[in-house]
């Protein structure tokens, strides 16, 4: 039994994702492969169908996209990740969606994702974009590993927590595959590069200058390069006014509820140790066997067996949330910042085509013209900074909804899966245990 | 899984007959009280007979809500489960391992028909009223299932054998008329599972379920509930007659048969002595609705003490109390004061917490306090019933005084009383370990080992104890930060713009609620049965040490006593030496003196040796009794939450498939 229970964690650790997919296509086909592909965060599978799942997953933004329906030219799977020394790297295979023969496998490490984003924002005009935001860097050093047990397990656990190449994956995949399903972003040729050519990019040259400015230009590029807007200034349209309302407000909610989703993660497997400690303790039971303690003794290894199971199907369960909801409400978080960069992006223009306009009206009449010129120049880019982050957020908020729906669905049913496993077992436990043999002989 | 459940209905009919072939191996040597039996059982008191009845009634109702329960589940579950088969395997495991049990019911099932033959040979040996038969009888006995089911498919015997009984027994309920007739083949066991099922209440329920869950263990639950009905009190006394001649046959008997009933039969032929005066009475102890009393520093706790018996020491058969916890310490104090001394293990009294008790008196009910409270009460009831087990005990003047005496005499003192046994306690204790350091020389090898194996006993559960500490807080933890969850979800619920969404996420919120509630009835579950039972054991154990300790006393009583007659016999010898005839005299009168001292205290000393050994078994067969009974039931509440966790995940999949 004890073998099987530890497949069954293999299973739900390495494949999870896969396997719920393969569930829900099995159980429920009507909208199985919507709900799987919206997220496509890792069908890690290479089979046939697999393959043919995927193009039409990062097709399925396409109704959102009335106008001219995008095409993504790429599909991409972080398949793995290994330490080389201090340095994480990561596997990537891409397949161009028009030919699947092409494939490509590249490998990259965090830097290059860093100059990746860095290329993308100032390469490309993303006034109206909101810029998938990069996974935060995944600590690697053993301080940090020890840190975030103590954060996760309490300070009284003394266990650490491995590292968590996994998750950095799926991160970094689901990073991609939002760079390459975006339509603009999508067809940025640093993108191609990044996938498709062997060699990393100029990370090698270019890091020490880079990457000592790399944060703030950044930071200055995300925010259009304009300081100090006032927070609550009025918007001339009511969709942007609303938007900037609630943006500000369900961020801030989603980082809590991000927070305290992972503390009930962490609750589970606190849980999980705990039950490990008490089923170890019995384990280890006592030695004299004789007498009542034979029978007691037997008691307990058929308790600390099923106590087992139980942890186990915590873990199961930590590991499952943490992959489905919490995934997505991780990525939100992050997301959700983005979106409030790009407004605020827009609202710099919008100040700046007030001001063209007020100048115009204070404008003396020998300059007048050239007033005129600016202020029809900020319209212009107010306008189209306007009508880009309209089509924007609407796609964005379309797939907002898909993701959660699909990470809810993905929860429960882990979550009812885990636990009927979990009775199985314990069923199983429970009946091992009425029938076993308390005869004992006293002394 | 899902497979084991589906045959409940089926399966009912079938427990009493595979009940029955457990319980032939039992009756054979109990034959002879059968018959005596058999004469009285219309002189059943009604009173046990209602609660019976109430309790079926219960349980009844337990059943149709389990089966309601899994019906839903197993279908779903079974789906599951094949499902998985397809994609992964580990499930597979839990699908196919409980299938050999339908099997085994259905060979049960076959089997009664065996009852024929052993009956017959019961009645040889009634006749003979040999101890020898035993073990031929097992042996035919356990031949007989094959045969017949190899044999025969014939009903027909078996319902002969039940019409047969059915004009015996004027039993109400068709489908369980074995097991009311099994109550009348054997007799003996009946004192014994009047105390397994009547005491701890909880172990009771435990049991009740067993009956939704088809697997082997069930078919024994309605059989011993049912003789209980029936038997108790007024079949006991002729028992108790019969009983020692029997017992020699019981000795043997009971170590090849099969598991639960094992614990009662030991303890039956352990204690027979004592137990048979005893353990054949219902007494049932509740102590229930904890409230202050006065105000400050001067406020305390009473409670409600509610006992029914049948015992006919006692004046009334159902009788409530006010007590308050000194007057607890207090019955724990005489008690021990008069039997610890003699080698009898009393029951651990409850700890005083001043942190907790300042907390009551300074606060107006807050939730911690109320905690306290009911932690205090289970931990005062289960006290009682620890007690009402004792077949000594539970006979104490002083017990029967303390639950049915409207007026306590006020223990001198009370919070002096209450002090003065913990310090006794703690300097017991020390003494024991000074004494067992020292170690008298053990002559006798099975307290050495005994000791040995106590005090790594309670090594084990002191480390057990922490660790369900530590699991109870992890569990409450977990339910915190799941309500915190609740509260953020309901929040981005009412930001969220899209309807579905939204609606989605505020189920969310309040699936989660609901999660919290499980994690924290769960934590509880953690405690009142793991953590209170482990610290209870403790507790017991320390008194075991006591005892130990008392036993100490006394062979160093006895050495003193031996070496004090020594040196009168050396005195006298010096005396007729020096021909101090005078003195002689008065020497051979300190001699005598001396021998009868040193007579009473191998006496004591052999007495006390007597009863801790009975304590210790006694205390062994509880143990297992009890562990055996709370682990279940912990693993039930284990599976209990898997069940809720499954129902409330269940009811918001569709709502979140819903949202797009």
């Known amino acids: 039994m004890r073998s099987v229970v530890l497949y069954r964690s293999v299973i739900a650790q390495e494949g999870e994702d896969q396997d719920v997919t393969s569930r829900l296509t099995s159980s429920k086909m009507d909208n199985a492969t919507d709900e799987t592909n919206t997220n496509g965060t890792a069908d890690v599978s290479d089979s046939p169908e697999a393959d043919q799942d995927t193009p039409e997953s990062s097709g399925l933004p396409e109704p959102t996209l009335p106008p001219k ?8 799977k972080v398949t793995d990740a290994a330490k080389d020394g201090e340095v994480v790297k990561y596997s990537l295979k891409t397949a161009k969606i028009k030919s699947e023969s092409e494939e490509y496998k ?68 689901k990073y991609l595959q939002l760079v390459v399903t975006h339509p603009i972003l999508g067809q940025d040729e640093s993108i191609t590069k990044f996938l498709t050519v062997r060699e990393a990019p100029t990370r090698a040259k270019l890091k020490k200058s880079i990457f000592s400015n790399l944060s703030k230009s950044l930071g200055e590029a995300r925010k259009g390069g304009h300081k100090m807007v006032p927070k609550n200034m009025p918007d001339v349209n009511e969709f942007f006014q609303k938007e900037r309302d609630t943006v500000n407000e369900v961020s801030l909610q989603m980082k809590e509820a991000k927070e305290n989703y992972m503390k009930i993660v962490y609750g589970e497997q606190r849980v999980a140790v705990g039950l490990s400690h008490l089923s170890t303790a019995l384990h280890l039971g006592g030695q004299l066997q004789e007498g009542a303690d034979v029978v007691v003794n037997k008691l307990f290894t058929q308790f600390s067996e099923g106590l087992e199971d139980a942890k186990q199907g915590l873990e199961v369960m930590a590991v499952n949330d943490e992959n489905t909801l919490g995934f997505s409400l991780d990525l939100y978080s992050r997301y959700l910042e983005a979106e409030k960069e790009m407004l ?30 600016a202020r029809d120049k900020a319209e212009k880019e107010f306008e189209d900074i306007s009508k880009a982050a309209e089509k924007e957020l609407k796609n964005f908020h379309h797939q907002r909804v898909l993701t959660f729906q699909d990470s809810l669905v993905r929860h429960a049913d882990a979550k009812i899966k885990a636990a009927r496993d979990t009775y199985a077992l314990l069923t199983k436990c429970v009946t091992a245990l009425k029938t076993l043999d308390t005869n004992f002989k006293p002394l | 899984m899902a497979d084991d459940r589906e045959p409940p209905p089926l399966f009912d009919d079938e427990k009493p007959d595979k009940k029955e072939d457990e319980d032939d191996l039992f009756a054979t040597p109990n034959e002879a009280p059968k018959e005596e039996i058999k004469d009285e059982p219309a002189s059943l008191p009604t009173e046990p007979a209602q609660d019976k009845a109430s309790e079926d009634l219960f349980a009844a109702d337990d059943d149709l809500f389990g089966e309601a329960v899994k019906e839903v589940d197993t279908s779903k579950l079974r789906r599951k489960l094949t499902e998985d088969v397809d994609d992964l395997s580990p499930p597979l495991t839990p699908l196919e391992e409980p299938k050999p049990l339908i099997p085994t019911p259905a060979d049960s099932s076959k089997a009664p028909p065996k009852k024929e033959p052993p009956k017959e040979k019961v009645k040889k040996y009634s006749q003979a009223k040999e101890p020898k038969p035993l073990i031929p009888t097992q042996a035919d006995s356990s031949k007989a299932p094959k045969k017949d089911a190899s044999e025969n498919k014939n009903p027909p015997p078996k319902e002969e054998a039940k019409k047969k009984e059915d004009s015996q027994t004027k039993e109400a309920k068709p489908s369980k008329k074995e097991p009311a007739s099994m109550a009348k083949e054997q007799p003996p066991l009946k004192p014994m599972k009047v105390s397994v099922d009547l005491h701890p209440p909880k172990p009771g329920e435990g049991e009740e379920v067993d009956l939704d869950s088809p697997e082997t263990e069930g078919p024994s639950s309605p059989a011993k509930m049912e003789p209980d009905s029936d038997s108790s009190p007024l079949e006991a006394p002729p028992m108790a007659e019969v009983l020692p001649p029997a017992k020699p046959v019981i000795e043997e008997k009971p ?29 049932d102890i509740k102590v229930h609705d904890p409230g202050k009393i006065g105000d400050g520093m001067g406020a305390y706790m009473s409670y409600k003490v509610t006992t029914q018996t049948s015992i006919p020491a006692f004046r009334r058969p159902s009788m409530t109390v006010t007590r308050r916890f000194s007057d607890f310490l207090g019955l724990h104090e005489k008690l021990s004061q008069k039997h610890t001394h003699i080698g009898r293990i009393v029951p651990p009294a409850p700890e005083k917490s001043v942190v907790g008790m300042t907390k009551i008196k300074m606060s107006k009910e807050d939730t911690s306090s109320t905690e306290f409270v009911e932690k205090r009460r289970a931990l005062l009831e289960r006290f009682l019933q620890r007690i009402s087990l ?22 001198t003192s009370t919070s002096a009383v209450s002090g003065a046994g913990v310090l006794r306690l703690i300097k017991g204790v020390g003494d024991t370990f000074s004494k067992v350091t020292i170690k008298m020389d053990e002559s006798d090898q099975w307290f050495e080992e005994k000791q040995n194996q106590v005090e790594a006993l309670d090594q084990q559960l002191k480390k057990l104890h922490a660790s369900v500490e530590a699991l109870v807080t992890y569990r409450k933890e977990l339910g915190i930060s799941t309500s915190a969850f609740a509260k953020s979800t309901a929040m981005l619920s009412n930001s969220e713009e899209h309807t579905a969404l939204s609606r989605a996420l505020s189920q969310l919120a309040e699936v989660e609620e609901k999660i919290e509630l499980v994690h924290l009835e769960q934590a509880d579950n953690d405690f009142f049965l793991l953590s209170e039972l482990l610290k209870d054991y403790i507790g017991i154990i320390q008194a075991i040490r006591v005892v130990f300790h008392e036993r100490v006393k006394s062979f160093h009583n006895w050495q003193n006593a031996q070496q004090n007659l020594a040196k009168k016999r050396e005195q006298e010898a010096k005396f007729k030496q020096t021909g101090k005839t005078d003195k002689i005299a008065q020497a051979q009168e300190e001699i005598r003196e001396w021998e009868g001292k040193v007579e009473k205290g191998r006496e004591d000393f052999e007495e006390i040796s007597k009863t801790i050994r009975t304590e210790i078994r006694r205390f062994e067969t509880n143990r297992v009794k009890d562990f055996r009974n709370i682990i279940i039931k912990y693993m039930e509440t284990l599976m209990n939450s898997q069940q809720q966790l499954i129902k409330y995940w269940e009811g918001f999949l569709p709502e979140a498939k819903a949202i797009a």
């Open chain 2, 390 to 411: 004792h077949p000594v005990l539970q006979m104490d003047p002083d017990f029967r005084d303390f639950l049915e005496q409207d007026e306590l005499p006020r223990a």
């Open chain 2, 255 to 283: 170590k090849p048969t099969p598991a639960p009933r094992k614990p009662s039969m030991e303890k039956s032929k352990e204690e027979i002595e004592e137990e048979e005066s005893g353990d054949q009475f219902a007494l």
């Open chain 1, 344 to 373: 605020y992006r827009r609202t710099c223009k919008m100040m700046e085509f007030e001001a063209a306009t007020k100048a115009v009206e204070k404008a003396k009449p020998q300059k007048r013209q050239m007033a005129e010129a």
């Open chain 1, 106 to 173: 590249v490998v990259r490490q965090y830097e290059d994702f860093e100059w990746l984003e860095h290329c993308l924002i100032t390469q490309n005009d993303i006034g109206g974009i909101i810029v998938p935001p990069l996974p935060p860097k995944p600590s690697t050093t053993a301080q940090s590993a020890e840190a975030r047990s103590k954060k996760q397990l309490g300070n009284d656990i003394k266990l650490v927590v491995g590292d968590e190449f996994e998750k950095d994956c799926r991160s970094l995949e």
């Open chain 1, 69 to 76: 329906p995008f095409e993504p030219v790429f599909t991409v």
